[in-house]
């Protein structure tokens, strides 16, 4: 039995196309689940972490557009909604999913705090686009009256910009480790949690996104889990990628990884995140641990390790 974290791409749960309807998603979370039962039905501890990008997209703009009838509510608070979200979509497709073959263990999604420091240099810097393309008239309306930072992104318009600062603590660790002990498969940290700050003693949400393969290799590192997964949609890490020199990695060491991750073969925004999280598990000094990148369409040859991108510490 191994305690294994999976972190689940969030544009993986919209199959491309799609409208987002409620059951285009609640479909598309059903076929994407099986692996995760899979993981369960071999008797591992399984916390999930969700991606949730073009969900919160989605929430901002309900938030935006009916900000007349009702107070549109901050980012961080939208998080919190598509962890509830998808959160149910999830833990109902995987309790079917276990009911079906009669496996009795409970499935539970906790709303997560993720903690950031307060001089992370990232919080004075936005980088990350989230939400719609707006018109550059209202861009500037809302950088005036809400102060919202918003930058013209080509051609289709200006985007806002959130910090997307580290994770230096998942604020429910501990219960989530309780809940593992007791049998739950654990749905925690979606969109890679709602991001606080302490100030005074006290923690307050902040509006800012946090990356949800960092998330989960904090997660993963708190809770001293042996397997960190990253279930994507392409079979692992590739140097060169897209290249006709293309090259997959099987089997890789942390420093390997980090020597290609600073010769620039990563997506700063897409491989670029898992590669660092992969390589941060570890290398904490735990021999035991081991990462591994790979589609979410091969979960069982990925767990045979006979799939996937390998990573080992030395
Ligand atoms: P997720 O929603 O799972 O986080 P991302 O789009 O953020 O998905 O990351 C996966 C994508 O990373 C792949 O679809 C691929 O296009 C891209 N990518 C960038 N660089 C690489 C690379 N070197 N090897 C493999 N995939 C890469
Ligand atoms: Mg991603």
């Given at each position: ?23 285009e ?11 995760i ?22 929430s ?5 557009e ?5 107070p ?10 598509t962890?509830?979200q998808?959160?149910?979509?999830l ?26 420091s307060?001089d ?29 930072h ?6 289709r ?35 890679g ?19 949800k ?46 020597h ?6 990563f ?20 021999p ?27």
């Amino acid at each position: 039995m191994k305690r294994i974290v999976v972190a689940l791409g969030g544009n993986l749960i919209l199959e491309a196309g799609h409208t987002a309807t409620f059951e285009e998603q609640v479909n598309d979370i059903e076929l994407r689940s099986r692996g995760i039962a899979y993981l369960v039905m071999q008797g591992h501890q399984v916390v999930v972490v969700h991606g949730n990008g073009p969900q919160v997209g989605a929430s901002l703009i309900q938030n935006e557009e009916a900000a007349a009838v009702v107070p549109a509510m901050p980012l961080h608070n939208c998080v919190a909604q598509t962890q509830g979200q998808l959160g149910t979509m999830l833990q109902l497709s995987l309790t079917n999913a276990l009911r079906a073959v009669q496996i009795d263990r409970p499935v539970v999604t906790l709303v997560t705090h993720t903690i950031v420091s307060q001089d992370d240099p990232a919080l004075t810097a936005p980088t990350k686009a989230i939400g719609p393309y707006y018109a550059e008239q209202r861009a500037r309306r809302l950088m005036r009256e809400h102060r919202f930072h918003l930058k013209k992104v080509g051609n289709r318009g200006w985007r806002r910009l959130v910090p997307s600062p580290d994770p230096k603590k998942i604020l429910e660790g501990a219960a989530i480790e309780r809940l593992l002990e007791g049998g739950a498969v654990v749905i925690a940290a979606g969109g890679g949690g709602v991001p606080l700050m302490e100030v005074a003693g006290t923690y307050k949400g902040i509006d800012a996104v946090i990356e949800k393969d960092l998330a989960a290799q904090q997660l993963a590192h708190q809770i001293d889990a042996d397997l960190l997964l990253h279930l994507t949609d392409v079979q692992g890490v590739a140097l060169d990628f897209g290249k006709p020199q293309q090259r997959w990695l099987d089997r890789v060491t942390a420093p390997e990884l980090r020597h290609y991750q600073q010769e620039g073969h990563f997506g700063p925004e897409s491989m670029g995140p898992k590669v660092e999280s992969a390589v941060r598990f570890v290398s904490h000094g735990q021999p035991n641990r081991r990462a591994v990148i790979g589609s979410l369409s091969d979960v069982p040859r990925l767990l045979a390790g006979h799939a996937g991108t390998w990573v080992v510490p030395l």
